[in-house]
């Protein structure tokens, strides 16, 4: 039975993956420059090894206040396109195994800005994941400025 | 002369690499006898070398060239098969093709290098019979492995009298590294005389016996070095010169020059082509490395540690000098934008009925590559206009006394981390009331607005989009576009465009261009908590706003400042960011900013510091902003958003009009000078003169030379149990101080309890003057000039000028800052 590696974090309580190929590192950092006038989901910038990365509110993006940026933030660090984006997070979890056959459709009641970010969802023993659509995670042009 | 040198020296770093990969392919066509891209490439490169050198004159090398492309063309018809024949035989002639090569580098013509045999030997490859594959020619004995036999020797008998001694490394800055390790005395080991006794594989490694050097230099006669030659032969265990030397036969400064001129390698060592993505890749890598030393001076200026400091200090030494040197490999000489204009002058002058003369000062000046593409098409757009417009007709000049032929001008040179690029011309000038007429015509301007105008802000009217003031449109220029794009691609790449004109005498255009891309001089200032970084190129200058004798002012509800007696429209930075709205209008910072022609004020509540930063480009989701030009990362390692000056101009809706409109005349300045009768320190500064107004001198002192003390890279004295940091006056000039006394007069400014000393040469009196300002020099800390007692004397805006030496002074940092200042 093939099956895929899922990298989980937590925003809001809830359990979401994404594809541990798609996952550069993570790593908590605390200092982030706020661009102003850019969209709100911009988290803000940091100095990632004197690479300039932006930072992506995951809780913008599923229609969340803000994330709180005056301490340290978990950072789960994304391989885009043509530069790593990262995605703040409240937690990491662990590396899961998952096979091919655990992946649901989400149900039809999720709906909103949570649902476009979803694949699919995943029964864990005693939780529910959520796999995150990489690409529209890290588009902050979907929330307007 | 020198052109053809050039061409020739390129011919043969271009040709040394293609024998390289002519013997790789050759090989490989042996292994892959049916690849007809193989023989495509072999055939192709074989038919440049013979173009080039048909085309240079080098009739030897042309005959093997020729020989080998028919061997070759019937290999690619198919006429005859791909044997190691063959491949033998092709091999041979690049060995011969190599060795002519290395006889033009050395002595500049092909010498009398054999090349009957390989082309004899090749005719016999394309006899019907060669073509069996069967057939063994081992008459030819040629091995594929060592096809070296087949070379010919590389002559020395007829060096060509005309020897070009100008060789490519001397263009180079690598050769004085090159020349500075002349080769291990190493005469001895290729014992070839001069007389050409023997072939020798000395020419091989590119380098040439003392001997033969000696001989071609008139440093000693053939005879004699042919004499120490067989002195060696039988024993003699000196080396050749030493033997020369002892028996009186030259002289050591000879033997210095040809020692020199050994030194130097060939063509093909002392270039190599180097990747740009590697070149890319090394320029972030010292980019990193020139933030990681700021941190670390940052951090080392904590410590109070000596040792560190010093060892900090060392190694910012080693970065900038390594950055430099990076830098360096990635520049060019803009002749090689230049090298091109002449011909362009000549066809338009033509074109024109004019007489244009074309002058090039500091062609060898040196620009970032990349830059060096994004100068071209303004500049060839500068000069194209000039000569369309600036220079007159022949009639038009004799008329106006002058020379018939107009002369154009380039010039280029460093100035202060940046490179200027001028195109001057000594035609008629820029006709400011035709401009002005132009302007109002195409509704840029309001006749008003023109009535409020000085003529150099006319004149920076030639920039805005749509303008033109051609008569006619030419086939060469006058459609309305050009200036302005100019102007765009220059401020593009973070440089800047002036104009001077003086009616009658011509007209100067000035780009200000920016070493290179990747690393900036930057000022960082503080707004709403966050630092940013402006490019210093577009600072003007610093303003402390205490809310009394500066104070910000406004016109209904926009917030304007008085700059020398003109007003200029604020931008309140935390405010545009939608940051705070709470106003504060005293205890901040006014950062004048000049971006497409506008002049504006930027209100920020700090001004922190002056320093290199590396430009990191910032992903396109923020590129809709705006705003930045990038981001950079900060001595602390936190990431800062570098500005965008013109976008900041465009975003406040600083519109041209209402700008200019808020800006009066460069006149209003003198007049105010003009009425205002007030009590000047004059002091001297080297063979200057500066005027320094009486009312900002604090006191008059004059110190001992010992006791000024050094804390960092300023200096200070102890006084009045204070440390009063100094700044000398002649730093700010750029003038020659005298020679240093015992004693140094300073004068000393005090504000808000804190002191800065400026050092003077001497203070020559206090005199009560009705100053007539003659001219708003935009130099930092300089409000004018006035001729007091008879001499041209520059008024010192106290104020400014503490500024210009300390962006600091005014922050309210006391602690920190003490040691720093």
Redesign the interface.
Known sequence: MPTRQYATFEVAGQLFGVEVEAVQEVLSFGEYTAVPLSSPAVGGLFNLRGQVIAAVDLRVQLGLPRQALDGPVMNVILRGDDEPVSLLVDRIGEVIDLADSEFEPPPETLTGPTRELVLSTVKLQDRLMLAVDVARAMDTARVAA | MDDLDDIIQEFLVESHENLDQLDRDLVSLEEEPQSPELISRIFRTIHTIKGTSGFLAFTNLEAVTHAGESLLSRLRDGTQPVTADTISTLLAMVDTVRSLLSAIENTGGEGATGIDSVVAMINRQMQPGAAEPATPEPATAMDPATPAPATPEPAVAAPVKAIRRKRAPARKAAAPAAAAAPAAPGAAAAPVAAAGAQPGGGRFEGRRPVGELLVEQGGALAADVADALQRQMEGDKRQLATILLDEGKTSPAAVAAALHAQGRRSVADSAIRVDVDLLDSLMNLV??LV?VRNQLMRSSTEAHDPALTRTTQRLNLITSELQEGIMKTRMQPIEQLWSKLPRVVRDLSQACGKQIRLAMEGKETELDRSLLEAVKDPLTHLVRNAVDHGVERPEERVGAGKDPQGTLTLRAYHEGGHVTVEVADDGSGIDVARVAQSAVDRGLVTAAQVGQMSPREIMMLVFQPGFSTAREVTNVSGRGVGMDVVKTNIERIGGAVDVNSEPGAGTTWRLTIPLTLAIIQALTVECAG?RYVIPQVAVHELVYIDGKSTRIEYASDAPVYRLRGKLLPLVRLDQM???TGERRDEGVYMVVLQADARRFGMIVDRVLNTEEVVV?A??A??KD?G??AG???LGD?????ILDVASLARRSRLAAASSDRTRSSDAGQAAAAATSVQRLLVTGVGDRRVAIPLDTVTRLEEFERARIEHAGSRQVVQYREEILPLVRLADLLGALPDEPGDTVPVVVYSERGRSAGLMVDKIVDIVEETATVRTDLHEDGFAGTAVIQQRVTELLDMRRAILAADPNFYAEIPDEHLVEA
């Open positions: 980019g990193e933030l966050e960011f939608g940051l990191k910032l992903n989701r923020f902003i705003l930045y981001a950079t990362i390692g936190k990431v800062a958003l």
